[in-house]
């Protein structure tokens, strides 16, 4: 599956059925090369138009399936979003 498949799906949260976002970047661990998070835009802003849009860290072990449509996901997860080693 390619990232942009990925950010096109929406988060959301499984106990819940509440849409928490969509795929803004990932966290990947460069020495062995797996995913180790999703970081996401959390919903709420109108396109940034009315302050900086919030993100959220979730942690891969936190995916519970990747579907067609949505990839559901298990609450609470960290936030904000604290990478070290991020590729622009």
């Given at each position: 599956?390619?990232?942009?498949?990925?950010?096109?799906?929406?988060?959301?949260a499984?106990?819940?059925?509440?849409?928490?976002?969509?795929?803004?970047?990932?966290?990947?661990?460069?020495?062995?090369?797996?995913?180790?998070?999703?970081?996401?835009?959390?919903?709420?802003?109108?396109?940034?138009?009315?302050?900086k849009?919030?993100?959220?860290?979730?942690?891969?072990?936190?995916?519970?399936?990747?579907?067609t449509?949505?990839?559901?996901?298990?609450?609470?997860?960290?936030?904000?979003?604290?990478?070290?080693?991020?590729?622009?």
């Amino acid at each position: 599956m390619m990232i942009s498949e990925l950010q096109m799906k929406d988060i959301i949260a499984m106990e819940t059925g509440e849409r928490l976002g969509q795929i803004a970047d990932l966290d990947i661990d460069v020495d062995n090369g797996k995913v180790v998070a999703i970081v996401i835009t959390l919903k709420g802003k109108m396109m940034g138009l009315f302050g900086k849009d919030e993100e959220a860290v979730i942690p891969w072990d936190q995916i519970i399936n990747i579907g067609t449509d949505v990839i559901l996901v298990k609450k609470p997860f960290a936030l904000p979003p604290q990478s070290t080693n991020k590729i622009e």
